[in-house]
């Protein structure tokens, strides 16, 4: 029963990202059937349609063609997306190759309290907790969210740029 039209209304009346998982299982599909159909669908959308479907990790949504950026850009003045300071991309960086990472980690990576950089990036859920770390203190653990590799423009982790520094200390 699923057709592209279908997902398209589906993921614009949701207005963010879906899981594919609970889409599979909303259309009664297997998950990798499912996932294939997706992966033909951003194709076909890529090469003709105003909208795409952007897949970001184990989500999907709709999102405007990147060949209309500039039209974009100049209604809405680039104000889709607000800045993030240089202590947050540094922390989001450190996070996004470390993790998952304590803040102390993070703190002795940067040299200055991180604290609220780290509560920030979690304010836009850039970033999330994912536990706690079994060491002295037990600090919580921090990871990157979907929501971060859809600010990146990239479906997985996978697709960063490799690390410039291997020093552990960087």
């Known amino acids: 029963m699923l057709n592209a039209e279908i997902l398209e209304n589906l993921l614009f009346a949701a207005g963010d990202s879906m899981g594919l998982p609970e889409l599979a299982e909303l259309f009664h599909m297997p998950y990798e059937e499912f996932e294939s159909f997706v992966d ?11 909208l795409i479907i952007k897949k970001f990790g184990n989500c999907i949504q709709l999102a405007t063609n990147p060949k209309h950026a500039a039209l974009i850009t100049n209604v809405f003045g680039g104000k889709q997306k607000a ?19 304590t803040k102390p980690e993070i703190d002795d990576i940067r040299g200055v309290n991180s604290g609220y950089t780290i509560s920030a990036l979690l304010d836009r859920k850039l970033i999330a907790e994912a536990g706690r770390k079994k060491t002295i203190g037990m600090p919580m653990t921090y990871v990157t969210t979907e929501d971060f590799l859809r600010h990146m423009g990239v479906a997985s982790l996978e697709e960063l740029p490799e690390a410039l520094v291997e020093n552990d200390n960087i």
């Open 83 to 101: 800045e993030l300071s240089r202590a947050m991309i540094e922390t989001l960086s450190i996070i996004a190759y470390r993790q998952p990472i």
């Open 40 to 50: 033909a669908e951003i194709a076909r959308r890529e090469a003709a349609d105003g």
